[in-house]
């Protein structure tokens, strides 16, 4: 079964829609928009650019070397905060960006973790992940991370880690969003198996599901 990808390069027919304040003109050219109404906060958001760069490939190849081609595209990880608002890390540290950022220019995967009986966790539990994020924005990107988690890929190597997160005074994009997952949740979006997290440990976790979100014409 194939999974609810958005691409903006071979968009499905829009289901209904959707008015966004301030489009920029790329989106108005490309006419359609995730209808956002069925996201709520908490909800994990993977992208991969539609034309990688040579450090994208680089970092797509290396995760496929220990994962499944469907898992190893993603190349960052976001956390949707509502109202077409997300928090992520990145090289600038943590921050507060547009959904618009990636629309038009990235696919993209929304998941949402669930409960230990596989339900979708509540709005409530998703809004603590959501704001258990907002609170790391002295957090610093974690450079170093991303220099192991390549080699530990291109090599196979699994580090052992416990099911428990693990902190430190910096986080890659992936650990952050399982950082936030376990202050609300008290448990990992992904098993732990190796450190640190990838985007696309996130993308193979049972410990949460894809979100089935179509295109909306953007008016």
Known sequence: MSRP?????????????????????????????????????????????????????LIQWAQGRVHRA?????????TYLGDNALVEIDGGGVKVSLLFKYVATHRMLFRRVVDAAGNDVDQLTGFRIAVAALKEFNR??????????????????MRPASSRAVRSSGSICSDFFNEAVFGACNRPAAPVVRLPLQPADLSASKLMRDVAVPWAQLV
């Open 5 to 57: 990808v958005l691409d903006p390069g071979a968009a499905a027919a829009p289901v209904g829609k959707i008015e966004i304040d301030r489009a920029p003109a790329e989106l108005r050219r490309a006419g359609v928009y995730p209808d956002i109404s069925i996201l709520q906060p908490g909800d994990l958001l993977l992208v991969s650019p539609l034309k990688p760069g040579s450090n994208a490939r």
């Open 140 to 157: 610093g990107y974690a450079f170093g991370n991303i220099v192991v988690t390549a080699y530990d890929c291109v090599i196979g190597r």
């Open 70 to 78: 469907e898992d190893a595209q993603w190349m960052h990880a976001a």
